[in-house]
């Protein structure tokens, strides 16, 4: 049982390049979010999708993008790094009818230099 | 706006040595309070929801009990597996789908032998 499944692990950027970090689960849930977490700070919603076809902003948007591209899958893109964007990243689902638990994918580590 | 902050920030116990974890919260409504255990290098992992004053919910030497104002996560005679960043998180009432969490930056707990 898979969860929650994101790509890629780690990677590095140079300021100005862009990527998408990729999110898949296999759940069946409706809701996908985004979050970043850094130091001192906990973790901070950038997108949310209550589900396919919609998307919200978060708490953190600036800077990102994403899609949601079917019910499984969710992706978030940076159209141009910046330092400040260097942080951990967790793609999470929830179901309304199943008690509204969040869970979590294992991280994606992104370094802007 | 919601608010968690929990305490303390870090905390050394010698093996068998129970304490507790505060989190203290301020929400418009609150549908569940969430407490997640994260190991270093991975995402968070659930372990509780609390929906109500009074509720408490225990797994193994955990047990995690919540009020109109705070939650605490009491740890009885923890092992040195039991050492991970404890971190909890409101979801308030709003709508549907929109199961987004509000967390604290974590209490790390580390179990000496």
């Known amino acids: 049982n898979a969860g929650v499944t994101q790509t890629p692990k780690f990677q590095v950027l140079k300021t100005g390049q862009s990527m998408t970090l990729q999110c898949a689960q296999d759940?069946?849930?409706?809701?996908m979010y985004w979050y970043r977490q850094d130091p001192g700070m906990g973790l901070r919603l950038i997108y949310y999708?209550?589900?396919?076809?919609?998307?919200d902003k978060g708490e953190v948007p600036n800077g990102y993008n994403v899609s949601r591209l079917n019910k499984r899958e969710f992706s978030l893109r940076l159209e141009s790094a910046a330092p400040s964007q260097t942080s951990v990243y967790f793609c999470?689902?929830?179901?309304?009818?199943?008690?509204?638990?969040?869970?979590f994918g294992e991280g994606s580590w992104l370094t802007v230099v | 706006e919601d608010q968690v902050t929990q305490s303390p920030e870090a905390l050394r116990l010698q093996e068998g040595e129970s304490s507790s974890l505060n989190c203290s919260y301020t929400?418009?409504?609150?549908?569940?309070l969430f407490w997640y255990r994260q190991d270093p290098g991975k995402g968070p992992e659930f372990l509780f929801t609390?929906?109500?004053a009074g509720e408490e919910k225990e797994k193994e030497r955990l047990k995690a009990t919540l009020t109109k104002k705070e939650s605490f996560l009491h740890i009885t005679a923890p092992k040195p597996e039991d050492s991970a960043t404890y971190l909890c998180?409101?979801?308030?009432?709003?709508?549907?789908?929109?199961?987004?969490?509000?967390f604290g930056t974590g209490t790390r707990l580390t179990i000496i032998p």
């Open positions: 999470a689902s929830s179901e309304w009818s199943s008690g509204n638990t969040i869970y």
């Open positions: 759940m069946n849930h409706n809701s």
């Open positions: 609390l929906y109500s």
């Open positions: 998180a409101v979801q308030a009432v709003t709508n549907f789908g929109n199961e987004k969490l509000t």
């Open positions: 999708s209550a589900s396919e076809g919609t998307t």
């Open positions: 929400v418009s409504g609150l549908r569940g």
